[in-house]
């Protein structure tokens, strides 16, 4: 089955610095790639997905890129902000199989 | 729109002992999972049902945990008899359909199993 590395576990920045995460896959068919953001105490609520046919997606201040030949996958937000400290997962999947999740990387973000 | 209802929110029970989720996805979604999410982890599937038949139940461990999805609608997950190693947040999904991708949760119920 698919299997989803996820790093750093955890990621400290000052608030305006830019983060990144970076997300590896093991299944070359996987076409589907979601992020995550899961705030203390909440649920995970989607914040960006991309699909293999995309090698880049933005939305204002987060974005992800693809590497299908690398199999990984990142999310990159720019000028973070306090709110955006959470956890975030990325996940992968082929078809109608379902979603492989990674283990999750902390975001603190400092004032 | 309304978002996908678990209960309860918080369950603590003894080694042993059975114990049972509850879940009403979002109107229409005909796809809900249940995931396990032990602290520190990322969530794991434990079963996915499409209306009310199983699609993927190769992580659920079927000697303890069961669960059902009757009339397509609801879902129930029960463990019995449950283990120090259950302790997780239990997390109910829907989508509209398997393969659309984006998975909406509930809250979760935090189970602890001492």
């Known amino acids: 089955g698919e299997n989803v590395e996820q790093h750093p576990s955890t990621l400290s920045v000052q608030e305006g610095d830019s983060a990144v995460i970076k997300c590896t896959y093991s299944d070359s068919a996987s076409n589907y790639f979601p992020w995550y953001k899961q705030e203390l105490g909440k649920r995970p609520q989607l914040i960006i997905d991309i699909r293999s046919n995309v090698g880049e997606k933005k939305d204002q201040r987060i974005a992800v890129t693809l590497n299908k030949t690398a199999k990984h996958f990142s999310l990159h937000i720019t000028e973070t902000q306090p709110e955006d400290s959470a956890v975030y997962f990325c996940a992968a999947s082929m078809g109608y199989s379902t979603l492989t999740f990674g283990k999750g990387t902390m975001l603190l973000v400092s004032p | 729109e309304a978002g996908v209802a678990q209960s309860p929110r918080y369950k603590i029970i003894e080694k042993r002992q059975s114990v049972a989720f509850w879940c009403n996805p979002i109107?229409?979604?005909?796809?809900l999972y249940w995931y396990q999410q032990i602290l520190g982890q990322g969530p794991k599937l434990l079963i996915q049902?499409?209306?009310?038949?199983?699609?993927?139940d190769s992580q659920l461990p079927k000697d303890r945990f069961s669960a059902e999805r009757l009339k397509g609608v609801d879902s129930t997950l029960k463990i019995q008899p449950a283990k120090l190693e259950d302790s997780a947040v239990y997390l109910c999904?829907?989508?509209?359909?398997?393969?659309?991708?984006?998975?909406?949760f509930g809250s979760g119920t935090q189970l602890s199993v001492l």
């Open positions: 049902f499409q209306n009310n038949g199983v699609v993927d």
């Open positions: 999904a829907s989508s509209l359909r398997a393969g659309e991708g984006k998975l909406f």
């Open positions: 109107s229409g979604h005909a796809t």
